[in-house]
């Protein structure tokens, strides 16, 4: 017996053919995108803006290029610490500097890709081997939760010249202060369980059509709302969020004007 397989069409042609489930995934995604493109930027040291501006060129014409009828693209919490870090090693201590620094660094490796692709050497690859590939990205989990766990209790680790901490090792070591007054901020830590209990209770719903709406969706809805409820302090207004996410450091990729 044959099997059959729909593969979706190319163009405008496949557009009409899946057009509601086009829709109702690209709506959801965009719910789930747009805060975490923002998130990811200013963890990664970038103006949050920036985030957005990626993930819509990244949405709108990646699409037309990347030779595939089916691709998935999205901001990736997993480049917050490689990016992050190039910008903090670059720019020397000038974040200003080091994005930019960074962002030229960025397209240099999208031109080797696009090289590499020309060129069909895409098999290269193989030589890394999967070990070495797994080491990096729990590492780059270990970075990750060394840092997030101290904003989980509410602590914004310093140095002792009053910077802020961003050396793995010197997080992992502060953890022992951080647990050590883990009631210090309750507000804080009743808003991020909370947040984590959503996170990993809501694909355990059974309920297929409550399963279709993203988990940190639902967190941005719940957690909000609780942290002012809890008066948790240094919550910005909503005026003063959006005015940072759309001038705080930002500055346009291409200046035509003269000194």
Excluded: C, R
Aim: charged content about 15%; hydrophobic content about 55%; overall charge positive.
């Amino acid at each position: 017996m044959k099997k059959h397989h729909n593969i979706p069409k190319d163009g405008f042609e496949g557009l009409k053919q899946n057009f509601s489930s086009d829709a109702v995934s690209g709506f959801l995604v965009f719910l789930l995108a747009l805060p975490l493109s923002l998130g990811i930027a200013g963890a990664s040291d970038f103006t949050p803006i920036y985030g957005l501006i990626t993930a819509m060129i990244g949405g709108l014409f990646v699409s037309f290029i990347a030779g595939s009828p089916l691709t998935i693209k999205g901001p990736a919490a997993g480049l917050i610490v490689i990016v992050a870090g190039a910008v903090a090693e670059l720019g020397k201590g000038d974040n200003d500097l080091g994005w930019k620094l960074a962002l030229g660094a960025v397209v240099v490796a999208g031109v080797i890709q696009v090289l590499f692709g020309i060129l069909k050497l895409g098999s290269l690859a193989d030589f890394f081997p999967l070990s070495a590939v797994h080491g990096m990205l729990a590492a780059i989990g270990i970075i990750i939760i060394s840092k997030q766990l101290h904003i989980l209790l509410g602590f914004n680790p310093v140095t002792p010249e009053g910077k802020p901490m961003v050396e793995p090792l010197e997080l992992l070591m502060e953890l022992k202060n951080t647990f050590a007054n883990f009631f210090k901020h309750k507000d804080v830590v009743i808003v991020g369980l909370v947040s984590l209990g959503i996170v990993f209770g809501w694909p355990m719903i059974p309920i297929k059509a409550v399963k279709k709406i993203p988990s940190a969706l639902v967190v941005l809805i719940v957690a909000i709302p609780l942290a002012m409820f809890l008066h948790v302090e240094n919550i910005p207004d909503v005026k003063d969020a959006a005015g940072a996410v759309i001038t705080k450091g930002y500055q346009p990729l291409l200046n035509f004007k003269k000194d």
